[in-house]
């Protein structure tokens, strides 16, 4: 069966695109135009991914993906914003987007970015994860160590969630960087070892550990 998708998009002409390009793609897709609308469709209607605009009549973007998160819903969002810049693309993780592009995108690259945050939400079986004493709700996007809660940035959040997915498997700087900041980003790969840092600060005793030569993975602790 084809995925089904929500297009969340106002401007007639690109919903219209979008409609079109991701059918083409094989996607089952509905579509509708204003926030509010697109809240109450993404709660109601079982979708396996949201394309979200961020300026919509009603309600923004901003305000959906929030609401989504605050009511629970775990369904993966791919925001698409005439924005570009590092505090936008943060203030989009901080709310729980999954990922994002910058306008205009090509269908095949967001229908590329749908797969991707997809599989990564099907790659859990269950939402709370346990690494020894480390726990993480990929539901709730809780994060404690033992018995006390853990507050996340929302890169380090994408960062932990990464590599979670990966289950105890080395993931390399380079798919770090491709995954939460994007591939086609342009920032240095260095910024990774920045937020590890400050990560690895805020889960010990839990380590992340570093395997030379082929990247990062979670040690229970």
């Not at 969002?77 to 505090?87: M, P, R």
Request: aromatic share 4%.
């Amino acid at each position: 069966m084809a995925m089904r998708i929500l297009v969340i998009e106002d401007d007639e002409a690109i919903r219209s695109v979008l409609e079109r390009g991701l059918r083409s793609e094989g996607f089952d897709v509905e579509t509708c135009s204003d926030g509010p609308t697109g809240l109450w469709r993404a709660l109601d209607g079982n979708f396996q991914a949201i394309v979200l605009d961020l300026l919509l009549p009603g309600k923004s973007g901003y305000w959906v993906c929030e609401e989504l998160r605050s009511e629970g819903l775990t369904t993966p969002v791919l925001v698409l914003t005439a924005k570009s810049g590092e505090l936008d693309e943060i203030d989009l993780l901080d709310l729980g987007a999954d990922d994002f592009l910058t306008k205009p995108a090509s269908i095949a690259l967001i229908a590329a970015r749908l797969r991707v945050i997809m599989r990564r939400a099907t790659a859990i079986a269950s939402n709370q994860v346990q690494r020894g004493d480390l726990s993480y709700n990929f539901g709730t996007r809780r994060c404690a160590v033992g018995e006390s809660d853990v507050a996340l940035t929302g890169r380090e959040d994408q960062l932990l969630r990464r590599l979670l997915i990966a289950n105890g498997a080395c993931v390399s700087r380079q798919e770090l960087l491709d995954d939460v900041w994007g591939t086609n980003s342009g920032v240095d790969a260095t910024i990774v070892d920045v937020y590890l840092r400050k990560l690895r600060a805020k889960l010990r005793p839990c380590p992340i550990e570093n395997v030379r030569s082929l990247g990062y993975r979670i040690v229970p602790c």
